[in-house]
């Protein structure tokens, strides 16, 4: 993962390649690259998923679960992770959305997650790598 080139909700951009970034609210971030889209929505949402059937990747003694899909529509690829720290409940999306065809097979490398500070290194995004084929992340059935 190269430098950040922008963080927004403990994600960070590196600076190559990035045509424009605009903040939407309440939406979040939209960056764009030449071949794609990234769209990042950070949620105060709670949110109860299923971590024992959630891959869940470490770094920096920190860890967070996920659930990644992707699709197609229109002619264009799309792939969304929804993320999850562990110990907390809230979640962020980071959507990406091919501009026309498929999403170039290094957009990945230009996202990362910001673990514990802005000091440490990202998380490349290339980490999270299960690619569900399940569209919606599996919710939690616990009793509260």
Known sequence: MDPCYIMFAAICLAPFEVQSVEYHRPSGVVANYADFELRIVDSDNIVEVDRN????????????????????SDGRQWCRYEIQRAG????LAIVATAQTGQLPDDWRSKVGLLMRS????????????????????PRSHRRR
């Not at 907390?88 to 979640?91: F, Q, V």
């Not at 802005?118 to 992340?137: K, M, N, Y």
């Open 53 to 72: 059937s959630s891959p869940r990747v470490c770094a920096e003694f920190r860890c967070v679960y996920y659930h990644q899909y992707c699709a197609e």
């Open 88 to 91: 907390r409940r809230e979640s």
């Open 118 to 137: 802005r000091t440490d290194r990202p998380l490349p995004l290339e980490r999270l790598a299960i690619v569900s084929d399940v569209q919606d992340w």
